[in-house]
């Protein structure tokens, strides 16, 4: 069974056909740099750019990196403020005449990595923190999904919470080599194995091709690896959301 997956985020918007009983994408990967800004019009034209070159007709499995709850963002997230209370799934549907399925971005790589990759047959707690534009997360027990975390919002110091001192574009803004930013993963991750005590802990995200790059500055006594399917982890979760 082919699916179309999308995964939005901060920088860019990519889309390929998923065999979704297999994981593996069937077509090449497009990508296309997220709008700026990127408000709902603006990502809805890039989506329906997505769609018209996969010749795409059917359900679509989409990837958001905002919080959600039953379609509907919480906030506009990295995006634009104008997402708030919007119902993503309609919107998008009313702009291009698909049907969608939409997830969180992290949970859609995590649901990639548990039923394909790194947490394949992982008993227990297993988190799979997506490092980007934000940082994201997905929780599951048992191979279950626990939607809709939000760990890249745990607090920091002073209020502020990691993602805003620990996400990949904080390592590109402030020019931070792999090591300093690995530190700065170490004080985030060390305090996810404080509240969450997993038995797994899975890299997503556009850094998960970076692991090797970092990982010496993690010290944890939680096992921690990169995605299998790397960036790829977020087009092939998204695509099984909407099987």
């Known amino acids: 069974m082919i699916i179309l997956g999308i995964d939005v ?8 056909l998923v065999d979704v009983e297999t994981g593996i994408l069937t077509s090449n990967r497009r990508r296309i740099p997220t709008p700026s800004p990127a408000t709902p019009e603006a990502v809805a034209e890039t989506i329906q750019k997505l769609k018209q070159h996969f010749k795409w007709e059917g359900t679509v499995g989409c990837g958001f990196p905002t919080p959600l709850k039953h379609g509907k963002c919480l906030t506009g997230g990295n995006l634009h403020e104008d997402w708030k209370d919007l119902k993503v799934d309609e919107f998008f549907q009313q702009k291009t005449g698909n049907k969608y399925t939409i997830v969180n971005d992290a949970d859609a790589a995590g649901l990639a990595e548990v039923t394909f990759g790194a947490g394949k047959g992982v008993k227990g707690t297993v988190i799979l923190i997506t490092l980007g534009t934000g940082i994201g997360s997905a929780l599951f027990l048992d191979g279950k999904l626990l939607p809709n975390t939000e760990f890249g919002h745990v607090l920091h110091k002073n209020g502020a919470i990691f993602e805003k001192y620990a996400a990949d574009s904080v390592r590109v803004e402030e020019n ?41 500055q993690i010290n944890i006594d939680t096992e921690i690896i990169p995605a299998k399917a790397e960036n790829d982890a977020g087009i092939i979760g998204a695509a099984l959301a909407a099987k």
């Open 176 to 216: 931070l080599s792999r090591k300093q930013w690995g530190k700065r993963l170490h004080k985030y991750f060390k305090h996810i194995n404080l509240i969450l005590s997993p038995d797994l802990i899975i890299i997503g995200g556009g850094s998960s091709k970076k692991f090797n790059k970092f990982e010496a």
């Open 9 to 16: 985020g901060g920088t860019g918007i990519k889309g390929a």
